[in-house]
């Protein structure tokens, strides 16, 4: 089993993150058991529940790593921080 994943570099911060959407994905769907969610209009351009804006909001913060990655130098806990600041904002107000 230690192999099958030998293939990635499983940093500290690689792990964090892994960690955290794992975390995520399991606190949503006790969320959802718990008080089903509704459908409501924020400033993304279309009706949303609180999957489908943190489907969106882990896609954004994937895109501004990248982003980051690929035109910085500067660490990349910078990054991090501003895709949580994302999906924070499209969890709440998206």
């Not at 009706?47 to 990248?66: P, S």
């Amino acid at each position: 089993m230690a192999n099958a994943f030998s293939w990635m570099s499983w940093t500290p911060p690689v792990a964090i993150f892994f960690a955290c959407v794992a975390l995520m994905l399991v606190g949503m769907t006790v969320w959802e058991l718990r008080s089903p969610t509704i459908e409501r209009k924020g400033f993304l351009p279309m009706r949303t529940t609180r999957g489908d804006r943190l489907f969106i909001g882990l896609l954004a913060a994937a895109y501004i790593n990248l982003a980051w990655v690929g035109l910085t130098d500067l660490d990349q806990w910078y990054a991090a921080g501003l895709g949580l600041l994302a999906l924070v904002l499209i969890m709440r107000k998206g």
